[in-house]
């Protein structure tokens, strides 16, 4: 093992004032569809051209909480028509581990109606990570370099190691390739492969996401989907566990650590009832590190305007932001 040290506390909410931080901008609407959708990309779009990667979970078979395919497919074809979606092969042997499994389930979830390119399919490519604790590169699907701009569309939820997978986690494991990278993020040489957990684990991912976000610069932008959030990742499809915590909407901003925490406030802005599960799932496994991480390694602020773009772009609080949530509906 390394003889490297996380920083502990991940299991600590930090209240937003008691947080030292600049303000970044983050913007948010109850409008889940794909108007919503739309509507919020167009706060948050700008260098967003040439060749566009749109880096999503696209699900285990018949995953039933990932981001509705039709509000994808009309997003591309009417802000982004030249976009494709990336994916890479998965750490774990299942029904997306190697590349003739993952373009199967691809066709079963109904990703066929434009380019899903499997950037690890080919190959992979080191990116470089400045100021890293525990890399200096991580080991991502080589195919990520062929693209000018890139888009985060995250269905933020729980995530049984990272505690919640927003952004960061999309990015972070999501680039990694199949094999080495994921290894890099997830494993200890010589012991069993999930043997990375909590702080270690969340600043592990963390500096893979920060590689990608430095390879782009200011051509990346974030989406985060506050839907069908249970405190499992769309990894376990349909093993998930059931979705108790109501739906909220969509955010998005230019900066990847403001927009993740802002969704992790308005979780905890949530009554108990609603958030229990979720809040649970953070804390025991030290998610909170991830936020703290990203805004110590330069990727952004944990303090931020929250704006409501269904009323006039007003600024708006977290508790006003999840006031008068409805209970779960399956439908």
Request: hydrophobic share 30%; net charge negative.
């Amino acid at each position: 093992m390394e003889d490297k040290k996380a920083k502990k506390g991940g299991e600590k909410y930090i209240p937003f004032n008691e947080r030292d931080s600049k303000e970044s901008i983050v913007y948010f609407t109850r409008d889940l569809s794909s108007e919503g959708l739309k509507k919020i990309y167009e706060k948050i779009n700008e260098n967003i051209d040439g060749k566009v990667a749109i880096k999503l979970h696209t699900g285990e078979p018949h995953g039933p909480n990932i981001i509705p395919r039709e509000w994808v497919k009309d997003f591309i074809k009417n802000e982004c028509p030249q976009a494709t979606i990336i994916e890479t092969n998965t750490y774990y042997d299942g029904d997306r581990y190697t590349t003739e499994q993952h373009r199967e389930t691809l066709k079963i979830n109904g990703w066929d109606f434009c380019p899903v390119d499997i950037i690890d399919e080919d190959g992979t490519v080191d990116l470089p990570i400045e100021n890293g604790k525990w890399f200096d590169h991580m080991t991502m699907g080589k195919n990520i370099v062929n693209y000018d701009s890139f888009i985060a569309l995250t269905h933020f939820k729980g995530h049984a190691m990272g505690g919640f997978g927003g952004s960061n986690k999309n990015i972070g494991i999501g680039c990694a390739d199949g094999r080495i990278g994921k290894a890099m993020i997830h494993t200890y040489p010589g012991e069993s492969q999930w043997s990375i957990s909590e702080e270690d684990f969340m600043e592990r991912m963390t500096e893979s996401t920060k590689a990608t976000v430095d390879y782009f610069k200011d051509k990346i932008t974030f989406i985060n989907v506050m839907r069908n959030m249970s405190i499992s990742c769309d990894c376990e499809g349909v093993n998930a566990a059931p979705v108790v915590t109501p739906n909220v909407g969509i955010l998005a901003s230019r900066d990847i650590c403001a927009l993740d925490t802002a969704c992790v406030d308005l979780i905890y802005a949530m009554k108990n009832e609603e958030n229990h599960d979720i809040v649970e799932r953070i804390e025991t496994r030290h998610g909170l590190r991830q936020l703290s991480y990203m805004h110590e390694l330069g990727m952004g602020n944990t303090k931020y305007k929250l704006i409501d773009i269904d009323n006039n772009d007003s600024e708006i609080t977290q508790k006003d932001a999840v006031s008068n949530l409805k209970p779960f509906n399956k439908k």
